[in-house]
């Protein structure tokens, strides 16, 4: 009787302490996986080094592709798009469309980590906690060193990466953070009336402006700062505007087949993204590719 109750008290320890260490186990790998992922509801900006100048980035949420985060970065001359994704392995970026990936980091974090960031290179974590100040604000990060010409990278979790360097002098760096617009509303009648918050008439709105739009409610589109536009049969929201840069943009119909092409740099106004295709309305789509521009 004595021996039994040692082994019943024995497992209860048993119990209690399992649970304790699943518990401490389960919030260490919280942890260790926090988002490392830009913040699809914000719209980003980097300085960067560019022909010995500095120039600026934007980068922009366009939508869930593949499992992932796809964003396009913008600058006065170029853009490209990146797709995101993390899981309880790894944070990957690379371009969509030609396959090409690099694992920006491996989970749990430790100092020292080494792993084969792509089939070049491999990659190490040197600090899991180096300050970095910038104009959008400072970061506690986490520096991974590739063995390219000593480049580095700064990833802060729920903001994605703050800096990056080449080893050579060059840089990229988040200069600001803003709240994103995620659709525009287009005005297609002269005479429509932009509201205060207090509901006074702010302005008059002429034909083919296309506003910003922040929230939509039941009745209006928030313009920003609580200014809005209400909605009625003259105003048309929509997602963004897409131009094919190279080449021509070719729409299908919802049954797959080819339905119309436009030309290189003509736009065609996107309502949404989804399964990597951009919706151009009555179920007609553009499958996302690379030469595709995608402005909000």
């Given at each position: ?18 649970s304790f260490s699943a518990f401490l186990s389960a919030d260490k790998a ?267």
């Amino acid at each position: 009787m004595k021996n039994k109750k040692i082994v019943t008290i024995l497992l209860f320890f048993t119990l209690i302490f399992t649970s304790f260490s699943a518990f401490l186990s389960a919030d260490k790998a919280s942890a260790a996986t926090s988002s490392f992922l830009m913040d699809t509801k914000k719209i980003y900006t980097y300085s960067f080094d560019y022909k010995n100048k500095k120039e600026t980035m934007t980068a922009s949420f366009t939508g869930k592709m593949n499992n992932g985060d796809l964003w396009n970065f913008q600058t006065k001359e170029f853009f490209f798009n990146e797709l995101q994704i993390q899981d309880n392995e790894s944070l990957r970026i690379g371009d969509p469309f030609d396959n090409t990936w690099s694992k920006e980091l491996m989970f749990p974090l430790t100092a020292g980590k080494q792993w084969k960031s792509s089939e070049s290179f491999t990659a190490k974590i040197i600090s899991l906690d180096t300050v970095v100040k910038t104009s959008a604000g400072t970061f506690k990060t986490v520096v991974i060193d590739h063995g390219v010409q000593n480049g580095k990278s700064y990833y802060a979790p729920g903001v994605g990466l703050v800096r990056e360097e080449d080893g050579v002098g060059q840089a990229r760096e988040l200069t600001k953070i803003s709240n994103a617009h995620y659709g525009r509303v287009l005005i297609k009648q002269a005479g429509i009336k932009q509201y205060t918050p207090k509901g006074a008439v702010h302005k008059t709105l002429k034909k083919g402006e296309a506003l910003k739009v922040f929230k939509e409610n039941a009745d209006s589109y928030d313009v920003g700062n609580g200014y809005y536009v209400k909605k009625e049969k003259n105003t048309l929201f929509f997602t963004g505007t897409i131009y094919g840069t190279e080449a021509p943009l070719s729409v299908y119909s919802s049954n797959g087949k080819l339905f119309k092409k436009f030309a290189i740099d003509e736009p065609v106004r996107a309502y949404g993204f989804k399964d990597g295709k951009f919706q151009v309305g009555g179920g007609y789509y553009v499958p996302a590719a690379d030469h595709i521009l995608y402005e909000r």
